[in-house]
């Protein structure tokens, strides 16, 4: 069946480490999205892209990156990570023309 | 204000009663609506795309109110599975991204 995972499902880091969560769907989907939940603030966008080698930046994107070299995988780089990036990360994939999102299982991420 | 907003809850009702809680959302041109479902510490997970003439699955109907700008979940014979925080997710017309709300938590007692 097809689908969508991440991983790692749980990390800890120190902070200044550079973090990558990696996210990979095999419905052969254009459109990937990363989204962080945090209590209070529900879910946001950090980073999109809509086909390989585009990517666009969200409403959270300082201190994140993202590059689409394929159709499968939309990794997720923290260049120097703080604490406030302490959150549950999850990865996200659509359709073209729908607007229906499916999304992995999540990153439960703690920066120390 | 939020663009889309939710009453947080939580909604603590019996097994076998009818709940229902609305969302609102702020920009008048939004296109497309969905409520999804999202258990403690899971994934959020589609439950319904909202039509503009309300539809049904199951125990579930969603409702669409452009006039008033809202949106409502209806849950009837509530089971103990339904325990959970539904999302209230809109898409804005001048762009394919969507803006989730907060969430209503829902729990159902036996």
């Known amino acids: 069946d097809a689908e969508i995972t991440q991983s790692p499902r749980h990390k800890i880091t120190e902070t200044g480490r550079q973090v990558t969560l990696a996210c990979h769907q095999t419905w052969n989907h254009n459109n990937m999205f990363w989204y962080r939940q945090d209590l209070g603030h529900g879910l946001r966008l950090i980073h999109y892209s809509y086909g390989v080698h585009d990517t666009n930046k969200g409403e959270v994107s300082d201190g994140y990156s993202v590059s689409r070299s394929n159709t499968e995988d939309l990794p997720l780089t923290l260049e120097s990570a703080a604490s406030s990036q302490t959150s549950v990360y999850f990865c996200?994939?659509?359709?073209?023309?729908?607007?229906?999102?499916?999304f992995g299982p999540g990153t439960r991420l703690t920066v120390t | 204000r939020k663009e889309v907003e939710q009453d947080p809850g939580p909604f603590n009702v019996p097994e076998g009663a009818t709940v229902a809680f609305n969302c609102t959302y702020s920009n008048s041109a939004s296109q497309s609506f969905f409520w999804y479902r999202q258990d403690c510490r899971k994934e959020p997970k589609l439950l319904m795309s909202v039509y503009s003439s309300g539809n049904e699955d199951g125990r579930f109907t969603a409702q669409l109110n452009r006039a008033s700008q809202y949106i409502s979940l209806l849950i009837r014979d509530s089971k103990l599975s339904d325990s959970a925080t539904y999302l209230c997710?809109?898409?804005?017309?001048?762009?394919?991204?969507?803006?989730f709300g907060s969430g209503t938590r829902l729990s159902i007692r036996p």
């Open positions: 997710v809109v898409r804005r017309s001048s762009a394919s991204k969507i803006i």
């Open positions: 996200a994939s659509r359709q073209d023309q729908r607007y229906e999102q499916y």
